[in-house]
């Protein structure tokens, strides 16, 4: 089992068995916005319309508060993500102390930029840190991102925390967002990243959506595009320390501008949601429906979430979705007579 997969959810009984019995109860992971500040601009951004109108921060004790209380009905860990870099927020410090005194689990997906900052934070209170690198030098960096050389720093920053950790925590991992202008450095970006002692390569297509059109052209790269760099750095560079993830579907699917699925409801929203920088809550990123806000009830966020999964409209999903493995998973354990049949499950 890897920490990318979804076989985890194992470890959950209790949400598979509340979508099981179509009962009410609280994710186990939950991603959080803390601010529409970004210092890199990456070309492919999907939040970038969100950076234009005005800064954005969240409320640090409104957010603790109602962690504090999710946590009493499940929410076992947060990841920072969203609408800008997580590190640039003001209060980054305070927060991660006091939410690790929570008993909250915390991991982040950040440009790396700001790592030096925050080096002691991390290494005491993050399970995980995936740095968004998307290019093997300087010059492509500074394309990519829209950054004036800050490609050594990340690369440096990056490093410290992993030479100076204690039992390999927090694991970091290094992603690479795979398109035309850009695929030329996958391989040297994953040759560095074993380098340096990441103990991940992680490669996705950028999606045409967001400002994927505009800042950037639509990602033209198909499946045997990629797949032969990413086999070719398997080959060179996999081993017992250093994995590489690939997930195939999404290269798939964005080719076919489709996903291609048999279960009939998404049920991530169960497991997570996504807390904006403005209070929402919301079920999921690309359809971005609210579910509630941070100062609503909780019971009231969990009928909404149960509500929402029940009509979600599986058409309208974007092409490459994360949790199109999780919803295929979870179809095949709530529906046994299905997997019987096609998955042969009592020959072990």
Same mark, same amino acid.
Request: charged share 25%; aromatic share 10%.
């Given at each position: 089992?890897?920490?990318?997969?979804?076989?985890?959810?194992?470890?959950?009984?209790?949400?598979?068995?509340?979508?099981?019995?179509?009962?009410?109860?609280?994710?186990?992971?939950?991603?959080?916005?803390?601010?529409?500040?970004?210092?890199?601009?990456?070309?492919?951004?999907?939040?970038?319309?969100?950076?234009?109108?005005?800064?954005?921060?969240?409320?640090?004790?409104?957010?603790?508060?109602?962690?504090?209380?999710?946590?009493?009905?499940?929410?076992?860990?947060?990841?920072?993500?969203?609408?800008?870099?997580?590190?640039?927020?003001?209060?980054?410090?305070?927060?991660?102390?006091?939410?690790?005194?929570?008993?909250?689990?915390?991991?982040?997906?950040?440009?790396?930029?700001?790592?030096?900052?925050?080096?002691?934070?991390?290494?005491?209170?993050?399970?995980?840190?995936?740095?968004?690198?998307?290019?093997?030098?300087?010059?492509?960096?500074?394309?990519?991102?829209?950054?004036?050389?800050?490609?050594?720093?990340?690369?440096?920053?990056?490093?410290?925390?992993?030479?100076?950790?204690?039992?390999?925590?927090?694991?970091?991992?290094?992603?690479?967002?795979?398109?035309?202008?850009?695929?030329?450095?996958?391989?040297?970006?994953?040759?560095?990243?074993?380098?340096?002692?990441?103990?991940?390569?992680?490669?996705?297509? %950028?999606?045409?959506?967001?400002?994927?059109? &505009?800042? +950037? #052209? @639509? =990602?033209? !790269?198909?499946?045997? *595009?990629?797949?032969?760099?990413?086999?070719?750095?398997?080959?060179?560079?996999?081993?017992?320390?250093?994995?590489?993830?690939?997930?195939?579907?999404?290269?798939?699917?964005?080719?076919?501008?489709?996903?291609?699925?048999?279960?009939?409801?998404?049920?991530?929203?169960?497991?997570?949601?996504?807390?904006?920088?403005?209070?929402?809550?919301?079920?999921?990123?690309?359809?971005?429906?609210? %579910?509630?806000?941070?100062?609503?009830?909780? &019971?009231? +966020? #969990? @009928? =909404?979430? !149960?509500?929402?999964? *029940?009509?979600?409209?599986?058409?309208?999903?974007?092409?490459?979705?994360?949790?199109?493995?999780?919803?295929?998973?979870?179809?095949?354990?709530?529906?046994?007579?299905?997997?019987?049949?096609?998955?042969?499950?009592?020959?072990?």
């Amino acid at each position: 089992m890897s920490f990318l997969d979804f076989d985890k959810i194992m470890y959950h009984p209790e949400n598979i068995l509340a979508i099981k019995e179509h009962s009410a109860i609280f994710p186990v992971h939950a991603t959080i916005s803390l601010g529409n500040f970004c210092n890199h601009r990456c070309l492919w951004c999907t939040a970038y319309e969100y950076q234009l109108d005005k800064s954005s921060l969240i409320d640090m004790e409104r957010l603790l508060s109602f962690l504090e209380k999710a946590k009493e009905r499940g929410l076992k860990a947060v990841t920072y993500v969203g609408n800008g870099e997580p590190t640039a927020y003001p209060k980054f410090k305070e927060l991660v102390t006091r939410i690790s005194k929570l008993g909250i689990e915390q991991g982040m997906f950040t440009n790396g930029y700001l790592l030096n900052r925050y080096e002691e934070d991390i290494l005491n209170y993050f399970t995980w840190i995936r740095i968004s690198l998307d290019a093997g030098s300087t010059a492509l960096h500074n394309k990519m991102h829209d950054v004036n050389n800050h490609f050594d720093k990340v690369i440096n920053n990056t490093k410290n925390i992993i030479e100076h950790r204690i039992d390999h925590t927090p694991t970091v991992g290094i992603q690479y967002a795979v398109h035309h202008e850009n695929i030329d450095d996958l391989y040297a970006s994953a040759r560095i990243s074993k380098e340096i002692g990441a103990d991940y390569f992680s490669v996705k297509p %950028v999606f045409n959506r967001g400002g994927v059109g &505009e800042n +950037i #052209e @639509k =990602n033209n !790269l198909t499946f045997n *595009d990629i797949t032969p760099v990413v086999e070719k750095i398997k080959e060179q560079f996999l081993s017992n320390s250093f994995d590489v993830f690939y997930r195939p579907h999404q290269i798939l699917s964005h080719e076919q501008e489709k996903t291609i699925y048999h279960y009939k409801k998404c049920v991530a929203g169960i497991f997570n949601v996504n807390i904006y920088e403005d209070d929402r809550i919301i079920y999921c990123g690309p359809h971005r429906i609210s %579910v509630g806000s941070i100062k609503d009830p909780l &019971e009231t +966020i #969990e @009928k =909404n979430i !149960l509500e929402l999964s *029940d009509k979600l409209d599986l058409k309208q999903c974007p092409a490459g979705c994360r949790y199109h493995s999780l919803n295929n998973l979870l179809d095949d354990i709530l529906l046994p007579e299905k997997a019987e049949k096609e998955r042969h499950v009592n020959f072990i």
